[in-house]
Nanobody, 115 residues
Framework: QVQLVESGGGLVQPGGSLRLSCTAS????????MGWYRQTPGNERELVAN???????NYADVAKGRFTISRDNAKNAVYLQMNNLKPEDTAVYYC?????????WGQGTQVTVSS
């Protein structure tokens, strides 16, 4: 059983930064493909960024140039550094263990970008 716990969300002004953390227990994130997703009311969850076991990363267009996904194997954690945040980044952000199966989701952390 894998448990993922997100933290780091909150209220930030446009142009500000936040760093989300996802800590995994019962697993070794270094061998997994992990991702950050986000969801707004009435919409499906969308991929923001993911990182695979080799360390290679992939970003959605909305995240390119502003967000950075990283991993700390010693802490068994995955991070999402978000810079130059915009109101449209407001969402619940979820951490996900993508591969190998089975997949797991964290409980989500709210990010609100507003002045």
């Amino acid at each position: 059983q894998v448990q993922l716990v997100e933290s780091g969300g909150g209220l930030v002004q446009p142009g500000g930064s936040l760093r989300l953390s996802c800590t995994a227990s019962g697993s070794d994130v270094s061998i997994y493909s992990m991702g950050w997703y986000r969801q707004t009311p009435g919409n499906e969850r969308e991929l923001v960024a993911n990182i695979i076991s080799s360390g290679a990363t992939n970003y959605a267009d909305v995240a390119k140039g502003r967000f950075t996904i990283s991993r700390d194997n010693a802490k068994n954690a995955v991070y999402l550094q978000m810079n130059n945040l915009k109101p449209e980044d407001t969402a619940v952000y979820y951490c996900k263990k993508i591969y190998p199966l089975p997949q797991y989701w964290g409980q989500g952390t709210q990010v609100t970008v507003s002045s």
